[in-house]
């Protein structure tokens, strides 16, 4: 089992930037691949950004391509992703995730672990 804590959502003004941290505990979670997924209300899960267990491979959605950075420091457990240039639409609840595969997904019916989530919201 692997547990995850999200944290560092808030308000902020368009152009501006959050960092998202997520805090792993549990199985070894150097073995799993992690990234970030998105809900904004009315919407479905969404994925964001992705990294490999290594954390040699990334993968981005088109829309933050350029803006978000996802990376991991497995000695501390965690997965940070920076996020730059935001924008309104970037308002969601964002979730920490991790798979039972070095290898990540970008759709969210293959996570097998959540965080609770953290909020974002973007004012114009």
């Known amino acids: 089992q692997v547990q995850l804590v999200d944290s560092g959502g808030g308000l902020v003004q368009a152009g501006g930037s959050l960092r998202l941290s997520c805090a792993a505990s549990?199985?070894?979670?150097?073995?799993?691949?992690m990234g970030w997924f998105r809900q904004a209300p009315g919407k479905e899960r969404e994925f964001v950004a992705t990294i490999t267990w290594g954390g040699r491979y990334t993968y981005y959605a088109d829309f933050v391509k350029g803006r978000f950075t996802i990376s991991r420091d497995n000695a501390k457990n965690t997965v940070d992703l920076q996020m730059n240039s935001l924008k309104p639409e970037d308002t969601a609840v964002y979730y920490c995730?991790?798979?039972?595969?070095?290898?990540?997904?970008?759709?969210?019916?293959?996570?097998?672990?959540w965080g609770q989530g953290t909020q974002v919201t973007v004012s114009s």
């Open positions: 549990g199985r070894t979670v150097s073995a799993y691949a």
């Open positions: 995730a991790a798979f039972d595969s070095p290898v990540p997904s970008a759709s969210y019916t293959s996570v097998n672990y």
